[in-house]
């Protein structure tokens, strides 16, 4: 009997890195749609969060040790041949040197080497599950850490291409992957679980469609950045590989016909996520699909020039026309209809002058005063001047009246959305603003509600969005533009207001003594780079600045490293041994360091025995 399992890995409260708000989210909504809906075996699904309970007695909590340790026991002791796997990871990616590392909830970012997960570690481990099929899915998170232009990806796509292994990564190398407090989950896993519940994604090729089409969608209809997916199948064949259990959570309706088509009763009753294609297609390798209905010793029919019947007609063959009709009575036809017509003709050009001159016909002049009985008869056709007015002619504004006519809620609908094209947080407060004035009795009203809650959970994610990169100043500025809409939701971004407060002041601090570290380095003398990593220090994880200060601690050690390497190749034995201790412990270059010192040191000894 096959067994299917999954690795769900989702970080939010990060230990050294600044924390995520829905990647924990992303992980617990896959998982309980595999095990609860896809009909996965609980006892091999893993789930890895901040909060996950305990399975097979083993901690989950996701630090890279357990990461490590899980990962390899699952594919190792609860899989066998012909089982299926998928492998989720939401939460920070980095590229170090050319490689991609997932960072565990105890990843430090100076040194991502020590403490990161290489992807190419994990796909190897993957690549030895004694499974037929492995489905892998990258949700990776920019930090602060990567520099501009840096992408994060483009080896994680190499590594699975060479390794065979289908790769679904959450944005292109050269994109960002977001989430947002409207979702209250990444966008990437968003249209993810609403492909897999619209019964679109059993294979590959269905799933690589749907999310290509789907999560660009999201992105603009959140209005964010464009966020598109790459998936990368080795062999192409590998498309049509199926990654769901053939009939598990998968909507009537998908089941309906093996050549993918489903009826119009089919589809009643399914529950189907707004803006997703009505209609469910299964996904069948291309040979199957074209040999469903056709017989197989006649060729498809070309219906390219097929002739539509009209509505509620009998669908008739297309008739040759006759050739068997009289040309002398065709001619006489002709003849009689062309004198008919042109009887007809001048019957509605002598009515046309008639109506037209009417009052000369009448005996009256223009201008003439009208008798009471006709303007009795014909009030659209009296002035003040008396000069006859046709019904049909507009009537002149009358001069200083001073009324302006309302815009239509419509028309304030239209002007609020204008407001939207540059993203600013304050542009999406003055269509709020504007929103606002559509009245509860006005049709639009349920509508512009809708539109004004989405437009205020966006200021909140650019507030979250400027908060996360520093800047605090900016997502409380972000903030103070909150409507009042919702009051959960608005209370949420006054708290934040008041924490980014103390982080903004907490922020001036610590670049002050980052500022006052850098200043004290000196090239070539181990002792100021020392100076300038105490200063360092004094930045405690979780304050701002944290990130930054244990990059260049670990860019000091590694210079400290370098000089009393260099000190060591001049035979400056002891100057070598003083240099090298003064790196620091939990940095990359400590045990390099110390090994030296060893060397060094027994190098020195040699001589006094001699």
Request: one cysteine or more; a neutral charge; aromatic letters at 6%.
């Amino acid at each position: 009997m096959k067994h299917h399992a999954c690795i769900a890995i989702g970080i939010n409260q990060y230990q050294l890195l600044q924390p995520l708000s829905y990647a924990q989210e992303d992980a617990e909504a896959l998982h309980t749609f595999l095990v609860e809906e896809a009909g996965f075996a609980p006892d091999g699904c893993l789930l890895m969060t901040d909060s996950s309970p305990s399975l097979w007695g083993q901690s989950t909590y996701p630090n890279r040790e357990n990461i490590l340790r899980l990962t390899q026991s699952l594919c190792r002791d609860h899989l066998q041949q012909g089982d299926l796997l998928w492998c989720f990871f939401s939460g920070y990616g980095v590229s170090y040197e050319g490689k991609d590392y997932l960072m565990p909830v105890d990843g430090n970012p100076a040194d991502i080497q020590g403490t990161g997960i290489p992807v190419e570690l994990l796909l190897n481990t993957l690549k030895n599950a004694p499974t037929e099929t492995v489905l892998v899915l990258v949700d990776m998170n920019r930090s602060q850490i990567v520099k501009a232009g840096e992408t994060i990806g483009t080896q994680t796509a190499e590594l699975a291409r060479e390794l065979e292994i289908p790769t679904v990564l959450s944005c292109r190398p050269n994109q960002v992957s977001r989430e947002t407090s409207a979702l209250r989950q990444g966008f990437f896993t968003t249209a993810l679980l609403e492909g897999l519940r619209s019964g679109q994604c059993l294979t590959l090729k269905g799933l690589d469609r749907f999310l290509s089409d789907r999560l660009p969608e999201l992105c603009d209809h959140h209005l964010r950045p464009k966020q598109q997916p790459l998936m990368v199948v080795n062999p192409p064949g590998k498309t049509h590989l199926v990654i769901l259990p053939d009939a598990a959570g998968v909507p009537a309706a998908a089941l309906a016909g093996r050549n993918g088509n489903m009826t119009a009763g089919a589809t009643q009753g399914l529950e189907r996520p707004p803006m997703v294609a009505a209609a469910a297609r299964m996904e069948l390798p291309e040979a199957a699909d074209n040999a469903v209905n056709a017989p197989p010793s006649k060729p498809p029919l070309d219906r390219s020039n097929a002739v539509v019947p009209a509505a509620g007609g009998d669908d008739l063959p297309n008739l040759p026309p006759r050739q068997d009709v009289d040309n002398a009575g065709s001619d006489k036809s002709f003849v009689q209809q062309l004198i008919l017509w042109s009887g007809a003709t001048a019957l509605v050009l002598l009515l046309g002058v008639f109506v037209t001159n009417r009052s000369i016909f009448l005996g009256q002049q223009e201008g003439d005063p009208r008798s009471p009985a006709q303007n009795a008869q014909n009030p659209g056709m009296q002035n003040s001047g008396g000069v006859g007015v046709s019904p049909n002619q507009p009537r002149a504004v009358q001069a200083g009246s001073g009324t302006k006519q309302a815009p239509s809620s419509q028309q304030v609908w239209a002007e609020a959305k204008t407001f939207l094209k540059d993203g600013s947080a304050s542009s999406f407060n003055r269509a709020v603003v504007k929103a606002r004035t559509i009245p509860p009795s006005d049709p639009l009203y349920p509508q512009s509600q809708q539109d004004i809650e989405r437009w205020s959970l966006t200021i909140l994610d650019i507030a979250n969005g400027r908060a996360a990169r520093g800047d605090y100043q900016g997502a409380i500025g972000a903030a103070k533009l909150m409507p009042d809409v919702n009051k959960a939701v608005y209370n949420q971004s006054q708290e934040a207001i008041a924490q980014w407060d103390n982080l903004a002041k907490q922020q001036q601090v610590n670049a002050t003594l980052l500022s006052t570290a850098k200043s004290q380095i000196k090239r070539g003398a181990a002792s100021s780079y020392s100076k300038g990593i105490q200063q360092a220090n004094k930045i405690q994880a979780g304050q701002p600045k944290y990130e930054e200060a244990q990059q260049l601690i670990g860019e000091w050690s590694d210079t400290i490293l370098k000089i009393a390497q260099l000190r060591g190749s001049q035979g400056r034995l002891k100057e070598a041994v003083e240099a090298a201790s003064l790196v620091p412990s939990g940095t990359k270059s400590y045990q390099p360091a110390q090994a030296a010192i060893a060397t060094w040191k027994t190098k020195l000894q040699r001589p006094k025995k001699g």
